[in-house]
C-alpha cells in the first residue's frame, strides 16, 4: 500500500458521522483546556482518556489527538487577552500578543495566532506522514552532547527576550537556571536545596511558576499603580489581521513550522523550546527587530506556528519507535497500550488504521479549529472589554486554581503566588521575565544531558560529536554577535 493509498485509507475510517463528532468535542475540549492556566495539553489528555475506554481504539486515538493538537493553539487565548499563557509554549506568544490587546488590536493577536498554528499544524502532520520512520530513527541516534548542545542553543535566545537589555536577560535567565536546582539530583537522587520542606523534594513546577510571573505579576502591577478602578482598554478590536499583514509573516511561519518539526522530534524538547527558539530566529532575521516584545505580528507567528507544528514532530518517535517524544506523548502511549496497542515499527503493519487514522484526523482537526477560531473570535475578543475591577480579581482567581489544579497542591498556589511577586519585582526593576521561564525549562534537559554526556565519554566529548560541536559554535556566534554589534556601535558613537 503506497502513501497515497494509505492516505485514503485513513481518511476513509474518519469520514463518517461519528469520528467527525469525536473531532470536534475534542477540539473543542482542547481549546478550553489549553485556554485555562494549569491544565496542559498532557493533563488534557490525561483526562479524557478514562471517556475513551468503551471506544473502539480508533476512535480513542482520533479524539485524544485531536485535543492535543488544539490545546496548543488555545493556550495563546489566555496569553493574548490577559497575559497568562494557558501552556507553557503560549509564554512566547504573550511577549507580542499581550501588547497588541493593550494597544486595541487583541483580533489581530488572536488571528494571527489561529493561523498560525493552524499552517504549523498541518505542515508538521505534513511531515510526520512523509518521514515518520526516517527522522525517528535520525532522532534516537542522538548523544547526549547533542541535546546539551540544544539546550544551549535555546539559550541564545535570552538575548531576544531582555528588550534590548541583554545583561538583565543574563541575570534573568540565571534565576531560572538557579530556581531549576532545587529538588532530588537527577543523576544522584540527593536532595538539592529543599530545606528539609518535603514539597521541596520535586522542585518547584513550571506552571505555577509561570502563572505567577506572567499573569498575577500583572495584577500586583495594577494593585501598585492603583488602576483597579478603571476599565483596562477603551475599545477592543476583533478584526483579523489584513491579507497584507498576514502574507507579510508567511516566511516567519513557514521557517518557524519547520524548525519547529524538526525541535519536536527531539524527544524531551517539545512545544515551549520551540516557541522561543523561533521567537528568537524570527526577531534576529526581522528587517524591524525593535518591534518585537511590542505587538509584532511575526512574534505571534514564530511561536504559535513553532508550537503547533512540533506536535507532529513529537509524534514521529512515538509512532515509528514508541519513544514518547513529550509528557502528553507518554500520556498517549498508555491509552494505545490500555486498547492493547503497542507503538512502535510494526504498528504501521499490524494497526494500519490507527496511524492513517491520526494522519487524517489530525488534518481534519487542524481546519475544524481554524473554523472554530474564526467564528469564536469576537467572543474571545470581549473578554478584554471587562471592567479592570472585574478582571484583575478574575484573573487572580484563574491563576489560583489553575496552580493548584496541576498537583492538587496548596504549595504549587503558594509558589504561584510568591512568582507573582518575583515578577512584580523583576517588571519594576526592568528585569524581563520570559527568561525566568527559559532557564526553568532548559535546566533540566542542560544539566542532565551535559552529566550524562561526560560520564559516558568524558569532557572532551562536546570536540567530537560533531552535531553537537556545530550547534555550540553557532551558539557561541549568535551569543557574540549583539556584544560585537554594541561594542561596534559605541566605538563608531565616540
Known sequence: MDLIDSLL???????????????????????????????????????????????????????????????????????????????????????????????GEAGKGLGMSLIASTIGGIFGVIILIVFAVPLAR????????????????????????????????MVAVLFGLIINTIGLDPISGVSRFAFGIDALYDGFSLIPALIGLFALSVVFTAFEKGEFGSTVIDKVSG????????????????RSSVLGTIIGVFPGAGATIASFICYNIAQRMSKEPETFGKGALDGVAASESANSSSVGGALIPLLALGIPGSATDAVLIG???????????????????????????????NAIMLLMGIFGIRFFAKIIEVPASVL???????ALIGSFAVRNSF??????????????????????VAPVVLGIVLGSLLEENFRRAVMMDGPMVFLTQPLATTMLVISALLFLWPIYRALKARKAAS
Not at 484583575?392 to 484563574?398: D, E, R
Request: aromatic share 14%.
Open 9 to 103: 485509507f485513513g481518511f476513509s475510517t474518519v469520514l463518517s458521522w461519528k469520528p467527525l463528532l469525536i473531532i470536534v468535542c475534542g477540539v473543542f475540549v482542547g481549546i478550553l483546556v489549553g485556554a485555562m492556566p494549569g491544565l496542559s495539553p498532557s493533563t488534557g489528555v490525561a483526562l479524557l482518556v478514562p471517556f475513551s475506554y468503551t471506544m473502539s481504539p480508533a476512535l480513542a486515538v482520533i479524539l485524544l489527538v485531536s485535543i492535543y493538537i488544539s490545546s496548543n493553539y488555545g493556550g495563546s487565548i489566555t496569553a493574548v487577552l490577559i497575559n497568562t499563557p494557558g501552556t507553557p509554549a503560549a509564554a512566547a506568544t504573550a511577549l507580542d500578543g499581550y501588547p497588541l490587546t493593550l494597544k
Open 138 to 169: 535520525l532522532a534516537i541516534s542522538f548523544h547526549p552532547a547533542d541535546y546539551f548542545a540544544l539546550a544551549i542553543f535555546g539559550l541564545t535566545t535570552v538575548g531576544s527576550l531582555g528588550g534590548g537589555n541583554v545583561s538583565k536577560a
Open 239 to 254: 478584526n483579523f489581521p489584513s491579507i497584507i499583514e498576514t502574507w507579510k509573516t508567511k516566511f516567519t511561519i513557514l
Open 335 to 365: 491509552a494505545l497500550q490500555l486498547h492493547d496497542i503497542t507503538p512502535g515499527p510494526l504498528l504501521f503493519e499490524t494497526n494500519p488504521e490507527i496511524v492513517y487514522g491520526i494522519f487524517a484526523s489530525l488534518i481534519i482537526a
Open 392 to 398: 484583575y480579581p478574575m484573573i487572580m482567581a484563574i
Open 411 to 432: 504549595f504549587d498556589v503558594g509558589s504561584c503566588f510568591a512568582f507573582g511577586v518575583v515578577g512584580w519585582i523583576f517588571k519594576r526593576y526592568g528585569f524581563p
